[in-house]
């Protein structure tokens, strides 16, 4: 294997160095996103209650009084935070299989100065080592590239949904508040009005 690595050229490192970017921003934000998703996963009321660390900012926002407008500016602050490394995992998508074409160009310059320089009958023999650099790093950027696109798409649905949640809960931490200003309590009959407003949003795709 080890030997199969070498025959690719020395843009192998590069793309063995993408391989390794991948699994470990993979893991890190894969296991990140569940516990998110995990800590969200009970209802917007019981969500405000418990005052999770990545939508505090936001609900302290609301508590602060501040307009729906700076609300929704720190919850998109909050979602950047939460998504930061994606950007890198979809670089090296995108990197990936232009190091192995890379190779590939590379490795054909290399077959056609044999040619050019060979002074008798062309040998395949001779041609082997172009043509192995060529395959190879094609082949493992596309190893590296196909199952990180993949998973960079699911990882990317996760951070959608944590932002709805945090919308949804902005929303309704933001009305309770209008609510709580008018009236120094708000009734079970308000609370269930405000929450089957966000289930309707939430069903409706808003």
Not at 101 to 107: A, K, M, S, Y
Not at 141 to 149: D, K, M, N, S
Request: a neutral charge.
């Amino acid at each position: 294997m080890f030997d199969m690595f070498l025959k690719g050229g020395p843009l192998m490192w590069p793309i063995l160095l993408c391989s390794f970017l991948s699994i470990t921003i993979s893991l890190k934000k894969g296991f990140q996103f569940q516990g998110v998703l995990k800590e969200l996963s009970c209802e917007i009321e019981m969500i405000i209650k418990k005052n999770p660390s990545y939508l505090a900012p936001i609900f302290d926002a609301v508590n602060a009084g501040k307009t729906e407008k700076e609300v929704g500016f720190i919850a998109t602050h909050q979602i950047r935070l939460i998504e930061k490394g994606l950007g890198f995992l979809a670089l090296v998508a995108v990197i990936s299989p232009l190091l192995g074409l890379t190779g590939t160009v590379t490795g054909m310059i290399k077959s056609f100065q044999i040619i050019a320089l060979s002074q008798t009958q062309i040998n395949p023999g001779m041609l082997a080592g172009g043509i192995w650099e060529a395959l190879i790093t094609t082949a493992a950027g596309l190893f590296v590239a196909i199952p990180t696109h993949v998973v960079c798409h699911f990882l990317e649905n996760q951070v959608d949904e944590i932002a709805l949640i945090a919308k949804e809960s902005a929303i309704f931490a933001l009305q309770q508040k209008e609510c709580n200003a008018a009236s120094s309590t708000i009734n079970h009959e308000n609370a269930s009005t405000l929450y089957s407003q966000i289930e309707a949003r939430r069903h409706n795709g808003d």
